[in-house]
């Protein structure tokens, strides 16, 4: 028995011994984590893929095919071709590249993320002072912006109100990051009025009149080339 119980006391006494080790490796490794300089830890960095416009950075995606598909997209969003409305060329006014960059992944964004940014476009607010004669589109119309961009900005108007003169409006306007350039052939559908054609019948009463046959509009389909300067705010400029 006494055997046994000196077995049990060395095992234990070895077990402290390892215990105590393990605690102050620990102790080293932390203070040796806390002790690493700033431009070591650049090590935790990850390599991504940059969204340059203009020469600064916009924003990151994780390979270089997200951000293809990303512009991809927005082209689609804003030219909308279709059967109807087919997109010979379409070209960015601004520079845009995509450069490898290293960054924390934390900064990292999804694709839809983006999209959603390149649409909405630049937030600014301005100021505009009601003039005489002011109407709600007559302010939109002078400040480059919609009519619904003028009704956010100010809930208390209506598409119909008539703003006093001498208020400062503090109105949303949205520019964007990008503009497309783009050619296309469009399709559309007009209307052809129909000819109306009088006759004078003496056998009516003065100030009668009587419809022999009911017209109606005709339509006929018109195929024109354009070029246009379009961005998400969807204004644009047509030749």
């Known amino acids: 028995m006494k055997k046994s119980h000196s077995i049990m006391i060395i095992v234990f006494s ?18 040796n984590t806390k002790s690493i300089p700033t431009e070591e830890k650049t090590s935790f960095l990850v390599d991504v893929s940059g969204l340059y416009i203009d020469g600064e950075l916009f924003t990151v995606l ?43 992944p934390m900064e990292v964004r999804e694709r839809d993320e983006v999209l959603s940014r390149l649409i909405q476009g630049k937030a600014n607010f301005i100021e505009y002072t009601v003039q ?11 400040n480059g912006i919609s009519i619904q961009d003028v009704l956010e900005s100010s809930p208390d108007l209506t598409e119909h109100s008539l703003p006093p003169v001498g208020k400062t409006l503090e109105l949303l306007k949205r520019t964007p990051y990008l503009n497309i350039l783009s050619q296309g052939t469009r399709v559309v559908q007009e209307v ?14 003065p100030g009668s ?31």
């Open 209 to 239: 009149s009587i419809i022999k046959d009911i017209g109606e509009d005709g339509q006929t389909e018109v195929t024109y080339s354009y070029v246009e300067k379009k961005w998400g705010s969807n204004q644009q400029e047509k030749n």
């Open 192 to 205: 052809i009025p129909f000819e109306v054609e009088t006759t004078s019948d003496p056998k009516l009463r």
């Open 132 to 142: 005489k004669d002011d109407s709600v589109w007559l302010i939109a119309r002078k």
């Open 14 to 31: 070895a077990l402290i011994i390892i215990l105590g080790i393990t605690y102050f490796q620990n102790d080293i490794l932390a203070a």
């Open 62 to 104: 994780s390979a270089p095919e997200d951000v293809e598909e990303v512009l991809t997209k927005y082209k689609n969003h804003i030219t909308k071709p279709s059967e109807n409305n087919i997109i010979h060329a379409s070209e960015f006014s601004e520079e845009v590249s995509i450069i490898q960059v290293k960054v924390n």
